[in-house]
Every structure is written in C-alpha cells, then in structure tokens.
C-alpha cells in the first residue's frame, strides 16, 4: 500500500517521502480502513516537517483524521462497507495515521459517516470543521443566538475560521471576519461574512481593560495579544471560544472583563472529545453547513503534495481548506 512515510536521521533531521509499505506494518487495532480521503491541518504540517513535539517513534505516518471504507472489522459495531470517519484521539500523532491507503484504529476512535455526506465532504469538514462547529455550538450552549450583535471570527481565512464563518453566516448571524491578508475579503465575503475587519485593527495592546462593547460572540484561532484585546471589547455576559493560539500562548489580559462584564473564555478541544459530543457534532454540521460553500473552501492534493503543503501551512500560507485524495 501506498503512504507517507516521515523518517529521521541521526542528527535528527526529518524527511518526508511517499513510499510502497507492507500492510503488516500497520499499528493494532480493531478495525482496518480503506481511506478515501484525509486533510491537511496544522498539526499535519508539524509532523510532515519538525514533529513538533507531537511526534513520538520514527518511521511515521501523519494524518490526523480520514474518511473511508471498513474494510475489516473485529468490533460489532462496524462491519465491512460501513463508510466512517476519524478525527483526533493523537492519531496521526502518536498513532498511525490517514496519510495511506489503510488504516488501523480503535473502534471506539471511529464515527459513523453521516447519510447525507460523502467522504469527500467529511474530509473537506475534517478537524477544522468538527473543530468550529464545537466552537459554535459551545457558544449557542452560552446564550448566543442571531440578532445578539455581531460575532467575530478571528485567522478566519484558516480552516477553522473559514468553517466557522460559514456555519455562523448560514445559522443567522453578522460575521466579522478577521484576516492579515486582504486578499481573502473577498473569499471570506463569499463565505458569508458581513464585514471584514483587518488584523492590525485588533493586533495592538492596550491598556484599557474594558473597551466599548462590540461583540456578541467570537471564535478566536488567534490567542496572543488579540484575544486579550476582544475580552475587553465583548458584550455583556458574551462567550469567546478559543480555539488555537497562532499569535501564541501567552495572553496578556486582566481578569476584568470576567468580573465586571461577565465575559466568558471557552477552550475548545476536539482530540478527546466524547463519542457524543462528536455525534451531535457531525449531526449539525451536516444539517448547518452549506456544502456549495463548503467546495469554495478546498484544494484537492495528493500524497505527493503534503511535503510542500506541511511546510506552507506552518507559514500560513494555506487558505482554507485542503483535501487530500489518497489515490490520487
């Protein structure tokens, strides 16, 4: 079977190459799949490229999450034919992942494909999706509904951003959609967003702890510097779900906005979440995510693309959404 293969050398340097390997040389698990289809996330471009510290045994294969085909199955719940789909639980990381023609995972790792999508489709959602509709559905869970305010979508022109938006605009609401490169307006407009507000807008530090209150929600792929700036500016008792940290770890914010405004920090995390948290997730996105903008969000890439890709995506030159075709 085919699949990329990262290996390290000596000097503990990494190099990715697409290579012919023997099925038996797959992980344990319980059930084996014939992947169709997986996705390009930041985490993949970690351990295509430096690991990252994700990474634990050499040679591996990346791949965070996949859709495909049971082909095997030790567990009752799957059987031969059955279409699945896969996100988190460190495969990829750890674990053996989608960037090859099979599989082997935990049954438990696993979630049924739902009717109305494709593995395409699942793959063109993939972590980033199921990763921004938690971050919607925690912020509903919060009290956001439409007609509160606008909500903020920040790094919005990423994978996670670019989902959440469009879930946002289709569920109702004003979108402001943040970006550090003009040139995805009018990409993000498409998406539904309502106003595009320019990076450096919301990248200064301030002093003030409290700012006028502008937001009603926001999904925030920044950290930084910038989400310490939007807790000082969010509504009244609104929510801010945080999902990544491109601008870094640190936050340098004052507890003020949560004392004084009621302001509430929601960590988002998608690797370990619970098997029903994950179907109630795949259920909205596939009810809630308008697939026609979903298409305008993907580029199509083979195994043989991902070593360059790994590296544009940890220089945030990737817009959207990448699927990989296995067999391509």
């Not at 919005?156 to 569920?171: D, K, P, R, Y």
């Not at 959609?177 to 998406?191: I, K, M, N, Q």
């Not at 990076?199 to 700012?211: F, I, Y």
């Not at 914010?253 to 098997?275: D, H, K, W, Y």
């Amino acid at each position: 079977m085919r699949a990329l293969v990262v290996e390290k050398n000596e000097e503990g340097q990494t190099s990715a190459s697409v290579q012919e390997i023997d099925e038996n040389r797959l992980p344990d698990g319980d059930v084996t799949v014939a992947v169709e289809y997986s996705t390009l996330n930041y985490k993949d471009g970690l351990c295509i490229g430096p690991g990252g510290g994700v990474v634990r045994t050499y040679p591996h294969v990346p791949g965070v999450d996949f859709a495909g085909t049971v082909e095997t199955s030790r567990d009752s719940r799957y059987s031969p034919g059955d279409r699945v789909v896969l996100t988190g639980w460190r495969v990829g990381e750890v674990h053996w992942g989608g960037y090859a023609e099979k599989a082997r995972i935990k049954a438990d790792w696993l979630v049924p494909l739902p009717e109305g999508l494709s593995p395409h489709q699942a793959m063109a959602v993939g972590t980033a999706g199921l990763t921004a509709m938690l971050a919607v559905m925690a912020l509903e869970d919060h009290g956001l509904a439409p007609g509160n305010g606008e909500v903020l979508v920040t790094g919005a022109a990423g994978g996670v951003g670019s989902v959440a938006t469009a879930i946002l605009a289709q569920l109702g609401y004003d979108v402001a959609a943040v970006t550090g490169r003009p040139e995805t307006a009018e990409y993000l407009t498409s998406l539904g967003a309502g106003r595009i507000v320019p990076r450096e807008e919301l990248a200064e530090t301030v002093k003030r702890p409290l700012e006028s209150e502008t937001w009603a929600g926001c999904v925030d792929a920044v950290g930084g510097a910038m989400l310490a700036r939007i807790l000082g500016q969010m509504k009244y008792g609104a929510s801010v779900a945080a999902v990544g940290l491109a601008a870094g770890a640190a936050v340098p914010a004052t507890i003020i906005p949560f004392l004084l405004r009621g302001v509430n920090l929601l960590g988002i995390e998608s690797v370990m979440q619970p098997t029903k948290n994950r179907l109630r997730a795949w259920e909205r996105i596939e009810r809630d995510l308008p697939m026609s903008k979903l298409e305008a969000m993907v580029q199509m890439a083979s195994l043989e693309d991902l070593p360059q890709l790994g590296a544009d995506i940890l220089k945030g030159k990737v817009k959207g959404r990448v699927v990989v075709d296995i067999g391509a």
